[in-house]
């Protein structure tokens, strides 16, 4: 039998050690790298799909919630979205700046002022969820959005340092409150202009007035108040309870007048805020002018529940919110 070389075949089914310990190093290495690569990345994927998701669900809350409280020292249990007139922070089950849930992304200037002034950050911390088994951080800013530049209307929580950080901006509308919009074009006839007043305090937000296409030349701007059940009428209210502008520009003013110059391109506002008509004990105010001829229609008696002239009145803004976990 002739002796055996490397190249004579044979039917022993013997394998090269080499080749086996090859083999076997190439199968150790692979293993590891399958098992090692992932968890490589894993500190990194694992925070970066936590934040997305907690930073979207807190500015869902934000824009898409009004909120809540729930009152149980009373009999019965009072709760509704109006947390931001709670006095007993304890209350306060849930923040959200939201006008109504139906109406997603508009923000009601109330609540952000409450959330600005009377909520501690530690405290909306806790109420917007983000203080659980794991903290989270926020910064939350709030713009309006002028022709002026942007306006800060909420600047909330800490500067975020050396931390994985996600942001999200939102356009938003504030709710600026009610409008009143005469067409002189359309409703001419009367200088004066009368609103009945407690159909007003349930909004708890401004009233504005905007005349625009009017034919006259000069105005002086002033609000009477009319206990109407007496006859009485009160002294004229002060210019520091209302506003005036022309084009956004805020007038002059002249003992308790507000001067206005303008022509028939000028869009005037007159501004009631909500904490002025709260107040007011009054049945009626009367927009009192010295237009000619007068824009306003005769005779009219405005926001009842069913006046086809009554707007809501909105800004747009940005909702600007950074979150990040340490």
């Known amino acids: 039998m002739p002796a055996e070389t490397p190249f004579t075949y044979n039917d022993r089914a013997s394998m090269n ?33 936590d934040l997305g998701s907690v930073i979207y669900r807190t500015s869902c809350i934000l824009a898409e919630d009004p909120g809540w409280y729930t009152n149980t020292s009373v009999s019965p249990a ?26 997603p992304n508009v923000l009601s200037k109330k609540k952000i002022a409450a959330l600005n ?29 002028t022709p002026s530049g942007n306006m800060t209307l909420l600047l909330k929580g800490p500067t975020p340092g050396n931390y994985n950080v996600e942001y999200m901006e939102r356009n938003v509308l504030i709710d600026e ?3 009143l919009l005469i067409d002189g074009a359309k409703t001419t006839g009367n200088s004066n202009l009368e609103l009945i007043v407690d159909p007003l305090k349930k909004y708890d937000n401004n009233v504005t007035i905007t005349i625009q296409n009017s034919t006259g030349t000069a105005i002086n701007f002033g609000i009477q108040q009319v206990m109407t059940a007496y006859n ?34 000028d869009v005037i506002d007159l501004v009631i805020p909500g904490s002025t008509i709260k107040d007011m004990s009054v049945i009626r105010m009367i927009i009192a002018t010295s237009m000619s001829p007068g824009s306003f229609p005769s005779g009219a ?11 809501s009145l909105y800004s747009p803004g940005i909702l600007k919110l950074k979150v990040w976990s340490w």
């Not at 008696?301 to 707007?311: D, G, K, S, V």
């Open 17 to 49: 050690v080499d080749f086996l310990i090859g083999v076997g190093v190439f199968l150790m290495a692979f293993l590891f790298l399958a098992y090692s690569i992932p968890g490589i990345f894993i500190p990194y994927q694992t925070n970066s799909v």
């Open 78 to 103: 009072r709760s509704d979205i109006s947390w931001e007139d709670q006095e007993n922070l304890a209350n306060v089950t849930r923040i959200g700046l939201a006008v109504d849930k139906t109406i």
């Open 177 to 179: 409150g009610k409008r």
């Open 232 to 265: 009485i009428t009160f002294p004229s209210m002060t210019p520091d309870k209302f506003k005036v502008y022309k084009n956004g520009v805020l007038q002059p003013v002249a003992g308790n007048y507000y001067v206005v110059t303008y022509d028939s391109d």
């Open 117 to 145: 002034k009377s909520i501690s950050y530690d405290l909306s911390r806790d109420k917007l969820g983000l203080n659980n088994s794991i903290v989270y951080d926020y910064n939350l800013t709030i713009e309006k959005m």
């Open 301 to 311: 008696q405005y926001f009842e529940e069913t006046n086809p002239y009554y707007w």
